[in-house]
């Protein structure tokens, strides 16, 4: 009988997970697709960079661009870092963006396209805004509860949104 209780309770114990555990951490940030309008891609020499950004700024000018793009935190925050590039060429690409939470004002598409960094080397591509003419941003609040999907974004590099700077 006690070696039928211990081989129970044994079984019982080797059963059990981890209960009532709290749930790994999710990492707050949104993402989706990025949309490339077909036969729009500019020469390879013109895409020095190509970013997602979200701007907790709006409206922009170039002296709010270059604070918030190396502010201690940033303002403006770029995918998937200073120094890479989204996949070129491509038809569309998916992408998940991981920030603090905050209202991000301003959400879209970063083309780099000179070695120097100033506002005349940087060009908006594409938006997350709505279908108006122009279209308008739509902010995208980010919360420390979750993860934000479907912020998809389209880019057509000869009919580029009106530029904020």
């Known amino acids: 009988m006690k070696k039928h209780l211990a081989l129970a309770l044994a079984l019982l114990f080797l059963s059990c997970d981890h209960g009532l555990a709290p749930l790994p951490p999710i990492e707050p940030g949104f993402g989706g697709t990025i949309y490339f309008e ?8 013109s895409l020095v960079n190509l970013w997602v950004f979200a701007s907790q700024i709006f409206p922009l000018d170039s002296e709010k661009v270059f604070q918030g793009l190396f502010s201690n935190p940033p303002a403006i925050y770029l995918y998937p870092a200073f120094d890479k590039n989204l996949p070129l060429f491509g038809d569309s690409v ?3 963006f991981n920030l603090p939470p905050a209202t991000y004002f301003y959400v879209g598409v970063l083309q780099r396209t000179a070695n120097d960094i100033n506002v005349r080397s940087l060009k908006v591509v594409g938006m997350y805004g709505t279908s108006d003419v122009p279209p308008i941003p739509i902010p995208v609040n980010v919360t420390d509860t979750g993860f934000l999907t479907g912020i998809d974004l389209r880019v057509n590099f000869r009919k580029p949104p009106p530029q904020p700077f």
Request: net charge negative.
């Open 94 to 96: 998916s992408y998940a």
């Open 38 to 45: 077909k036969e729009t891609w500019p020469p390879a020499d």
